[in-house]
C-alpha cells in the first residue's frame, strides 16, 4: 500500500498525483532532486538519507504501485521529475521506448554495475538483482530431481507445479529467457509442457505457491528469491515462516545458462532540470554504501562486484547467474507474451 513520509516524500495514489505536482514544482531548486519511484519507501528511504547527508542535497520522491509512465508522459518536458525508479527492467525499457529518457554520464557507475545489468546506450542502470528461484518441497521432492526450469516441464513433474499468471510481468521475463536460450519454438514446448504439470490454475502472488506447497496442493513453485527471505523473517505474519520452513530454494540451471535474474533500476528522465545532481544519485545508488544498504533492506544481491550480501542472504549460497544481456531478453518479452496467450496458459 502507498506509504507517506512528512515534508519530502510523498506517497500518493493516482487520484491524487496532481498535489505532488504542485509540491514538486515549488520545491525545485538547484540542489533538489525530484524522484518517481516504483520501489517502496521502505527500501528508497535510507539510501535518500544517505545520499542527502553526504551531499547535503535534498531529494523529493513520490511513490507509486502504478500510473508513473502515464504521469511522466503526460507532464511531457514540463514534468518535475528528474530520476525514475524502477521495481524490474521491463518497466523501465517502456519509459525507454517512450523517449522519456537520457543518457547518465558516469564512468564510476559503469564500472560499478556489469554490462548485462545496463541498457548498452547507457538509458538506464540495473541497481540489485533478484533471482527466479524455484522453491522445492523438502519432504517431497527429492534432491536433484529439478535441477533446470526445463525440468518443471517434464513428464515427471505432472501435477505438481504452482505458479502465479503466465502474463505477471516475471513470468514474462522468465518465458522471454528461454526464448532467448533455447529459441522460440523450444520455449513454446516448454510452456506447453509446464501447463500441462500445473496442480491448479495459475493464481495468486510468488508466496501463495509456497503455501500451496506447505498445504500439500503442490511440490514446486516459481517465485523470486527475495521473497525467501521476506517469508522466513516476517514477524507480522507468523504462518510465513511455517511455509518457508517446508521448501528448499533452488537455483535452476547451474551446468548451463544459468539461473534467470532480473534487476531493479535507475534511470534519468528527459525532463531533468538537474541533470548533474540525478547523475550523481544514480551513481551514488550503485556505489558500495547504497548497495549494501539495498541488499540488507529486501533480500536482494548486490550488482556492485566485491559487496557484501545480506547474511540470510548468504545461507542460500552463491549461484551462477544467466550473463544475457537483459535487454535481449527483454526485447523477446512480446513474444513471450504472445506465446503464453498461444498455449492458453491461464486458462
Not at 495514489?13 to 505532488?20: I, N, Q, S, T
Not at 532532486?33 to 547527508?53: G, H, M, T
Not at 507532464?75 to 517502456?94: F, H, K, M, R, Y
Not at 554490462?115 to 548498452?120: E, F, G, K, L, M
Request: net charge positive.
Amino acid at each position: 500500500m502507498p506509504h507517506s513520509r512528512t515534508n519530502k516524500t510523498l506517497v500518493l495514489g493516482l487520484a491524487a498525483l496532481g498535489v505532488v505536482a504542485a509540491t514538486f514544482t515549488t520545491a525545485a531548486q538547484a540542489q533538489e532532486l525530484n524522484v518517481y519511484s516504483y520501489r517502496q519507501a521502505f527500501l528508497i528511504d535510507p539510501l535518500v538519507k544517505a545520499f542527502e547527508k553526504e551531499t547535503g542535497a535534498k531529494v523529493n520522491i513520490v511513490f507509486s504501485k502504478k500510473g508513473l509512465l502515464q504521469r511522466l508522459k503526460s507532464e511531457g518536458l514540463n514534468s518535475p521529475a528528474d530520476v525514475v525508479l524502477t521495481a524490474d527492467a521491463s518497466q523501465i525499457v517502456q519509459f525507454d521506448q517512450e523517449g522519456l529518457l537520457q543518457p547518465f554520464k558516469s564512468e564510476e557507475l559503469k564500472g560499478n554495475v556489469p554490462a548485462q545489468y545496463r541498457d548498452p546506450n547507457d538509458m538506464w542502470t540495473g541497481l540489485t538483482m533478484r533471482a527466479r528461484a524455484v522453491y522445492a518441497s523438502k519432504t517431497r521432492v527429492k534432491e536433484g530431481e529439478l535441477t533446470t526450469y526445463e525440468d518443471l516441464a517434464k513428464p515427471h513433474m505432472k501435477g505438481r507445479v504452482c505458479t502465479r499468471s503466465g502474463k505477471h510481468p516475471y513470468n514474462v521475463t522468465l518465458t522471454a529467457s528461454v526464448i532467448a536460450a533455447n529459441g522460440e519454438a523450444a520455449a513454446e514446448d516448454w510452456a506447453k509442457g509446464l501447463k500441462a504439470n500445473l496442480a491448479r490454475k495459475p493464481q495468486g502472488n510468488d508466496r501463495a505457491q509456497v503455501k500451496a506447497i506447505f498445504e500439500g496442493e503442490c511440490d514446486v513453485s516459481l517465485g523470486n528469491s527475495y521473497y525467501f527471505g521476506k517469508m522466513i523473517t516476517n514477524e507480522k505474519k507468523p504462518e510465513q515462516k511455517q511455509w518457508a520452513a517446508a521448501v528448499n530454494i533452488i537455483f535452476p540451471n547451474q551446468g548451463d545458462r544459468g539461473t534467470h535474474v532480473n534487476v531493479s533500476t535507475g534511470a534519468i528522465t528527459k525532463a531533468s532540470k538537474h541533470f548533474d545532481l540525478a547523475n550523481k544519485f544514480l551513481t551514488f545508488l550503485s556505489s558500495e554504501t547504497a548497495q549494501t544498504i539495498y541488499s540488507s533492506g529486501n533480500f536482494e544481491y548486490p550488482l556492485k562486484p566485491g559487496v557484501k550480501m545480506d547474511s540470510l542472504v548468504a545461507t542460500w549460497g552463491t549461484f551462477k547467474a544467466d550473463d544475457t544481456n537483459l535487454t535481449k531478453i527483454i526485447a523477446a518479452q512480446t513474444s513471450a507474451t504472445k506465446l503464453m496467450d498461444k498455449v492458453h496458459f491461464d486458462d
